[in-house]
């Protein structure tokens, strides 16, 4: 099966920072990788995700990338405000014969300091 | 817009309890995932379901069974609960038919706790 390994486990950062969190997969089936952010006792929130179709995907303060090749993927923050601070989850999945299921990374609690 | 619904939100059970969880999907997706988080984890897949027909298995111990039904909500039943099965459990749903989308929405969850 797919196996999602997560960079850093935590991250601290000053507010007005950019805030980067790396994750590598192993199953180059893996075609869909959503990005969530989760408060404590909340839902996973999807805040990005990304196709294999595609190298980069920006949404206001929020990108993410993907180099298919070498089978990682990266979430970037810029201008981090401390409403940001939660814990995110990289994930990977197919649309074959699991039909979806979402394998997630171990997290990164990210704190931004005001 | 219509989000997944999850019953209950809280749920306390004694050990070798048996409990069900209840899962409404947002309105015409078609597919269901269960997921398990332990404190401090990331979710783990448990199974799916997709067009009311089971889909994938995954960690889910053979005490814990789970069905979807002709309106599309599942049910999560678990039986002989143990200490360990205390977490936060997650029904997410999504839209496969359509052939490319893969977001899965997450309900509020239940959080389980076994005394």
């Known amino acids: 099966g797919e196996n999602v390994e997560q960079h850093p486990s935590t991250l601290s950062v000053q507010e007005g920072d950019s805030a980067v969190i790396k994750c590598t997969y192993s199953d180059s089936a893996s075609n869909y990788f959503p990005w969530y952010k989760q408060e404590l006792g909340k839902r996973p929130q999807l805040i990005i995700d990304i196709r294999s179709n595609v190298g980069e995907k920006k949404d206001q303060r929020i990108a993410v990338t993907l180099n298919k090749t070498a089978k990682h993927f990266s979430l970037h923050i810029t201008e981090t405000q401390p409403e940001d601070s939660a814990v995110y989850f990289c994930a990977a999945s197919d649309r074959g014969s699991t039909l979806g299921r979402l394998y997630f990374g171990r997290g990164t609690q990210l704190t931004v300091w005001p | 817009a219509a989000g997944v619904i999850q019953s209950p939100r809280h749920l306390i059970k004694e050990k070798r309890e048996t409990a069900t969880l209840k899962c409404y999907p947002i309105?015409?997706?078609?597919?269901v995932y269960w997921y398990q988080q332990g404190p401090g984890q990331d979710p783990q897949f448990l199974i799916s379901f997709y067009e009311k027909m089971q889909s994938d298995k995954g960690s889910i111990p053979d005490r814990f069974s789970a069905q979807q039904f002709s309106d599309y909500h599942s049910e999560l039943n678990m039986s002989s609960l143990e200490l360990g099965d205390s977490a936060l459990y997650f029904c997410a749903s999504s839209f496969l038919a359509g052939g490319r989308n893969n977001e899965q929405f997450f309900g509020p969850g239940t959080r389980l706790t076994v005394l």
């Open positions: 309105p015409r997706h078609d597919t």
